[in-house]
């Protein structure tokens, strides 16, 4: 098992930058790969970023791209989403997703903290 704890969300103004921060604990040493995804209101669940644990090569979805920064810190067990230049669109519940070795899908979930992005 892994429990995946996120925090550092809020209510910020467009433009601003909020950092997300997901911690893991249980069995991380069986972790391949740490994502990022999101829900709107409304909405599906979306891919926003994920990162390898081995060696951080990371992956972006396009509209996040040169906005959005994800990184892991393996001697913490945990991974961090820098976000700039903040968007109203960008207002969802964001969660973090941890996926083991050779799964096709993501196995453990955190519960998501909210990111709020006034106009």
């Known amino acids: 098992q892994v429990q995946l704890v996120e925090s550092g969300g809020g209510l910020v103004q467009a433009g601003g930058s909020l950092r997300l921060s997901c911690a893991a604990s249980g069995r991380t040493f069986s972790i391949s790969t740490m994502g990022w995804f999101r829900q709107a209101p409304g909405k599906e669940r979306e891919f926003v970023a994920r990162i390898r644990w081995s060696d951080g090569l990371s992956y972006y979805t396009d509209s996040v791209k040169g906005r959005f920064t994800i990184t892991r810190d393996n001697a913490k067990n945990t991974v961090s989403l820098q976000m700039n230049s903040l968007k109203p669109e960008d207002t969802a519940v964001y969660s973090c997703?941890?996926?083991?070795?050779?799964?096709?899908?993501?196995?453990?979930w955190g519960q998501g903290t909210q990111v709020t992005v006034s106009s």
């Open positions: 997703a941890a996926r083991y070795y050779g799964s096709s899908s993501y196995n453990y």
